[in-house]
């Protein structure tokens, strides 16, 4: 009775342990933030940050100005985990802001990148009534209508 009962006890101890050697499913990188402030010194909350072959823009932290992450997941399903020695590129955002595209080479700690945009100058000399003008996805017509209703 007793090798039946320490059977069981083993067998338990084993399913609760898991499997030898299992690691996680998550793939670990390494952190990587970027702040991302204007000429001032203040944090741009409106800025995003993202990969050129990245799909999605993340939003920053508001009150900071900060995103940090350690991995990117692009349109084709591959992801891109922060390893020590990689360079990544990323592109830095803003409404009323000049972009920022910068290559980084990830290190083993401290990863965080100050990012200084600068204010567009939008005074109304610069611009041409010949400017392009630029449609956005929401400007298209919903029903085929025209936009301009005639």
Do not use: C
Request: proline share 8%; aromatic share 8%; glycine share 8%.
């Amino acid at each position: 009775m007793k090798s039946a009962f320490r059977r069981v006890l083993a067998v338990g101890l084993l399913l609760a342990a898991g499997p030898a050697g299992a690691k996680d499913e998550e793939p670990e990188g390494i952190d990587v933030t970027i702040k991302v402030i204007d000429e001032a010194g203040s944090p741009v909350p409106t800025a995003v940050v993202r990969h050129p072959e990245e799909q999605f823009r993340h939003p920053v932290n508001t009150f900071d100005g900060s995103w940090t992450d350690s991995i990117l997941y692009l349109p084709d399903g591959s992801e891109i985990v922060f390893e020590k020695g990689m360079e990544v590129e990323f592109e830095i955002s803003a409404p009323g802001y000049m972009n920022q595209r910068f290559v980084y080479l990830i290190k083993k700690r401290k990863n965080v990148v100050p990012v200084t945009l600068q204010k567009m100058d939008l005074s109304s000399e610069d611009l041409e009534a010949d400017d392009p003008v630029i449609q956005f996805g929401r400007d298209k017509p919903i029903d085929g209508a025209p936009v301009d209703g005639g």
